[in-house]
């Protein structure tokens, strides 16, 4: 599956990423076996900001807001976002960086986009599952996107 055009707004194109090596074939090949190698674990990519955006929203909504004594705020949902963000950022760079080690120039930097680019898709299963929460299930939260 070809799931790396979800962030192709940050990180380009492979052509884009190996322009720089056009000139030594052997590290052109190798640019292109590590953007393969990346498309090869897009799907499980995917799969993460899914999961921890859901998950992350879900403790707020559950675990976080069933404790006794919580005076809830907006402040609290704004920590479990940017939670959201720096885990999922944090989480998908150290797996991408154990899956595909970088070994080339430029290598560290796509996959940092990457995960920055994860970790906002996160950010926005966070907000679609906030929303659906707050007007459909019930919770001791604070209603941010009550309608």
């Known amino acids: ?69 919580r005076h809830y705020k907006p402040k609290d949902w704004l920590i479990y976002l940017l939670a959201t963000f720096i885990i999922c950022f944090l989480v998908t760079f150290g797996i991408e960086y154990l899956l595909c080690p970088p070994h080339l120039s430029g290598a560290v930097s796509l996959e940092l986009k990457i995960a920055f680019g994860n970790a906002l898709y996160s950010v926005g299963i966070y907000l679609i599952v906030s929303f659906i929460w707050c007007n459909l299930l019930p919770t001791n939260a604070y209603r941010i996107f009550k309608i």
């Open 1 to 69: 599956m070809k799931l790396l055009e979800l962030y192709k707004w940050l990180i380009g194109t492979v052509s884009d990423f190996s322009k720089p090596f056009r000139e030594n074939e052997e590290l052109l090949n190798e640019a292109r076996k590590f953007w393969r190698s990346l498309e090869g674990y897009s799907l499980f990519i995917v799969f993460l900001f899914i999961f921890l955006g859901a998950v992350l929203a879900v403790t707020y909504y559950t675990y976080w807001n069933n404790k006794p004594g």
